[in-house]
């Protein structure tokens, strides 16, 4: 592409470590895309005929065609996906191949065609996170008043619901898909018509190009639209968020899995045996869930690193930007299909998560709240009652809702058997109606709110 200067073929060294055909190929589908709009826009502007439009028109959808079928030559001497198209092309159509390249450089080629490729990895997540949303509400609806402990320190804390605990997720999973749509619409001005980096002095229109491609508009500097790739990074970071929300869910699982638990079941579909332990189920899938956080991370920190300090405006280190930002989202979709469908599979055990939720005196705070409400006791004191109700309880081996009037009396002798309306789990639960809290009737009514918002 560049014979005129040079009179040497390059080093075998050289193109081992230039060439990027290997990986960004999966550039192919924006690359054609960007040089059909480009081709347009140069007719339309009278910066080639329409002949040679026709030409190029017609060979970019017979590589595209090509390229779909498998048989397309992706050759390492091309260097990268925007020169293995345009030598394909001139192979196809003569000469007039080299006129796509007017008022065009591959600096902002290669930015738009990642851009592209970017926005459309941010669309299929978002999509992705949505039937993950689904397949929690689906369950959380079902379970919305199966009761369960709640946990700090993954101690016992209060009695919560199950469902409450998956719309948990489902918030979270809410602005993950918020990061990405605000991703989405910073980067969506187009940097073709950038050229090298300074402009051209081509009559293009770049409203054109950026209408044709979907974006709300063309980059307004042209250094920039060929130097930074922020717009990568901040989809990294949305989906580091993201994944780190999966690890969390993932690693409940697990736990929720063990015996020692035994919260849930997963079917033999989301869990793999032991080669040597027969009666292990394992879940393998949330492990791996668990674990591409440190991918996504990694991916993060590598395109921070190579971005950072570099001058303006762009540089060869920024072919380096692919392969991090190919693997990040190809983990997290993986991690976001996985966990749809190991949700929709897992089935809560009501009967140990009721029965957990009783134990370890998770109902102590619905006591003090009940000695605050009917003997206007300050919560301090009714705290210290409290503490000394559960001192008793564990004494005598049984939980809050067995412990003798008798013994509650002996505190503070003006309790009186209404207490225990209040001990049991699903009485704890119930009377958490405040907004956002887990009785099922606001559960329902979160699960409702989640429903059309998604529908
Ligand atoms: N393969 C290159 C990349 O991914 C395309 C841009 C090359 N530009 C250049 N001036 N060498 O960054």
Not at 90 to 113: C, F, K, M, W, Y
Not at 138 to 148: F, G, I, N, P, Q
Not at 231 to 249: N, V, W, Y
């Amino acid at each position: 592409m560049w014979g005129g200067r040079f009179s040497d073929k390059p080093a075998e060294l050289m193109q081992a470590i230039n060439v990027s055909i290997g990986f960004d190929k999966r550039l192919a589908a924006q690359d054609l895309a960007g040089s059909r709009a480009h081709a347009a826009m140069l007719r339309t502007a009278g910066v080639i005929t329409s002949e040679d439009e026709a030409a190029i028109q017609g060979g970019l959808a017979a590589i595209e065609a090509e390229i779909e079928a498998g048989t397309f030559a992706f050759r390492d001497e091309y260097e990268d996906i925007h020169m293995n198209v345009e030598a394909r092309l001139r192979e196809l159509i003569g000469p007039a191949a080299g006129r796509l390249h007017t008022a065009r450089s591959r600096n902002d080629q290669v930015a738009l065609d990642f851009r592209m490729w970017v926005r459309d990895a941010c669309d299929r997540t978002a999509a992705q996170i949505k039937a993950l949303q689904n397949a929690l509400l689906a369950k959380a609806e079902l379970h919305a008043d199966a009761v369960m402990p709640g946990f700090t320190h993954l101690q016992p804390a209060q009695p919560v619901t199950f469902g409450h605990h998956l719309m948990a997720y489902v918030e979270m999973f809410g602005r993950d898909a918020a990061r990405f749509a605000d991703a989405r619409a910073r980067m969506n001005e187009s940097p073709l018509g950038a050229a090298a980096l300074a402009g051209s002095p081509f009559p293009i229109d770049r409203h054109m190009t950026a209408k044709a491609l979907g974006f709300d508009r063309p980059t307004a500097n042209s250094l920039d639209s060929v130097a930074d790739r922020d717009f990568a990074l901040e989809s990294l970071a949305a989906a580091t968020i993201c994944a780190t929300h999966l690890s969390r869910l993932a690693e409940e699982i697990v736990i929720w899995m063990t015996p020692q638990f035994g919260f849930i079941r997963l079917s033999d579909a989301f869990t793999t045996g032991s080669s040597i332990m027969p009666q292990k189920k394992n879940p393998d899938a949330a492990e791996l869930i668990r674990a591409k956080v440190g991918r996504l991370l990694g991916s993060f920190t590598q395109l921070s690193v190579v971005m950072k300090g570099l001058p303006l405006t762009y540089s060869k280190d920024m072919q380096e930007d692919k392969v991090p930002t190919f693997e990040a989202f190809d983990a997290l979709e993986l991690s976001l299909r996985a966990m749809a469908g190991m949700v929709a599979d897992l089935e809560p055990v009501r009967e140990k998560m009721a029965a957990a939720a009783g134990a370890g005196f998770s109902t102590a705070t619905d006591l003090a709240d009940w000695l605050v409400r009917e003997l206007n006791l300050p919560f301090r004191d009714a705290h210290h009652v409290t503490g000394a109700a559960v001192k008793k309880a564990e004494e005598l081996g049984v939980g809050l809702p067995e412990l003798p009037l008798s013994e509650l009396q002996a505190l503070d002798g003006r309790i009186t058997s209404a207490i225990y309306d209040v001990l049991t789990p699903e009485a704890s639960v119930a009377s958490r109606k405040s907004y956002g809290g887990t009785a099922p009737d606001q559960v329902r009514a979160q699960i409702k709110r989640w429903k059309e918002a998604l529908a």
